[in-house]
Structures are given as structure tokens and as C-alpha cells.
T-cell receptor
Framework: AQSVTQPDIHITVSEGASLELRCNYS??????LFWYVQSPGQGLQLLLK??????LVQGIKGFEAEFKRSQSSFNLRKPSVHWSDAAEYFC????????????FGAGTRLAVHP | DAGVTQSPTHLIKTRGQQVTLRCSPK?????VSWYQQALGQGPQFIFQ???????QRGNFPDRFSGHQFPNYSSELNVNALLLGDSALYLC????????????FGSGTRLTVV
């Protein structure tokens, strides 16, 4: 069965520090890959997505992610974190075809220290 | 341009009761998907509606049912509520063939007591 693993439940970084959130997936083929962010009490906002092509994907709010097929990973990075980045981050995958239901990881909660 | 609108934002129900949640998709979108997000977990796919038909379903019991109207809006119904149904219910809309281009609503927080 398809699955998404986010190994870090909670991460704390200092404002201005770099950030990397990990995501690994289990899938028979290369899926579509996504990162979403959720602020408390809010819905999900798409940060970036990977369908094909260049394995380094740029997103909104200064985020980027790199797809590594050999490691079945799609890690999210940001060079300098802002206090407003504190939120919950979800990695998700979808079949590259079909009706594209999203399968989410359990999420990583990011706290930012001033 | 309005995004995805869900109503109500919060509600409290008693075990055994029935509940209906509503979703209006983003303008121009005709496909609606529903997700359940329990506290501390990632969203889980419930089902997807297109052309007023349920075309894909996740691993949820028949107590969860839905409907899509000709104007593409959708309802999620849950019968015989259990305490474990307490969650944030998210609606996402998209265009067909671009099912991955989801726009999510802010969700309905359901508490079952």
C-alpha cells in the first residue's frame, strides 16, 4: 500500500536558521509529490508540487524541495526561516494518473524561536 | 475570486446523531473531494465527487455518504456519529484531469460528545 512518512513530528529552529523537513514515500512508481502548510484552525495551502522534469522545485514563501528517486524522498527546505513560518507541514503523494486522491503524511510541526 | 467555502465552521453533535457538512467549490472547479483530519494526524481521503457521482472512495464505512449538486457544491453526511468521528473535515475542489490542482477550504471542526 502507498504510504508517506514524515520522520520528524516536531522541529524547532531559530529565526534566520535554515530548515529541512523530511519526507519519504512508498510507491510502485513515481507519484506526484506535494508539500502543504497548515496554520492553526486553517485549511491546507499548497507550497509546491513535483510532477516531472527538474527535480529541484521552487515554491511559494521561499520554499524549495528536491525529489530524489533513489531515496524515494521529497525533502522541503528553506534557507532562512521567518517567525511566520511556524505551522504544520504535510507531505503528500498522488497517483500519476487516475483520480489523484492525495495520501498525506502525519505532518511535522514547526516552531520558530525568535 | 472566492475559494472553497465550507459550512458550518464548527459544530457539536451527540453520539448517534447525524450531521451534514457543506462545501462550495472554487469558481470554475467541478470536482469535489472530502478529507478527514483527526487531531495530530494528516488528512485522510474520504471520497471524491464528479458529475454528481462518487467516483472514488477511501477506507471509510458506509456511515459516510455524500452528494454533489448540479452547481458542483457538495455535502458530506455522517450517520450514527461516534466519538471517533470528531475531526476537522476538509473539502477540496479541482478541475477534472487536473485532480491534483486542489484548492482546500478551511474545514469544518466536528466535535462528537
Amino acid at each position: 500500500a502507498q504510504s508517506v512518512t514524515q520522520p520528524d513530528i516536531h522541529i524547532t529552529v531559530s529565526e534566520g536558521a535554515s530548515l529541512e523537513l523530511r519526507c519519504n514515500y512508498s510507491y510502485g512508481a513515481t507519484p506526484y509529490l506535494f508539500w502543504y502548510v497548515q496554520s492553526p484552525g486553517q485549511g491546507l495551502q499548497l507550497l509546491l508540487k513535483y510532477f516531472s522534469g527538474d527535480t529541484l522545485v521552487q515554491g511559494i514563501k521561499g520554499f524549495e524541495a528536491e525529489f530524489k528517486r533513489s531515496q524515494s524522498s521529497f525533502n522541503l527546505r528553506k534557507p532562512s526561516v521567518h517567525w511566520s513560518d511556524a505551522a504544520e507541514y504535510f507531505c503528500a503523494v498522488a497517483l500519476s494518473g487516475g483520480y489523484n486522491k492525495l495520501i498525506f503524511g502525519a505532518g511535522t510541526r514547526l516552531a520558530v524561536h525568535p | 475570486d472566492a475559494g472553497v467555502t465550507q459550512s458550518p465552521t464548527h459544530l457539536i453533535k451527540t453520539r448517534g446523531q447525524q450531521v451534514t457538512l457543506r462545501c462550495s467549490p472554487k469558481s470554475g472547479h467541478d470536482t469535489v473531494s472530502w478529507y478527514q483530519q483527526a487531531l495530530g494526524q494528516g488528512p485522510q481521503f474520504i471520497f471524491q465527487y464528479y458529475e454528481e457521482e462518487e467516483r472514488q472512495r477511501g477506507n471509510f464505512p458506509d456511515r459516510f455518504s455524500g452528494h454533489q449538486f448540479p452547481n458542483y457544491s457538495s455535502e458530506l453526511n455522517v450517520n450514527a456519529l461516534l466519538l471517533g468521528d470528531s475531526a476537522l473535515y476538509l473539502c477540496a475542489s479541482s478541475l477534472p484531469g487536473q485532480g491534483v490542482g486542489y484548492t482546500f477550504g478551511s474545514g469544518t471542526r466536528l466535535t462528537v460528545v
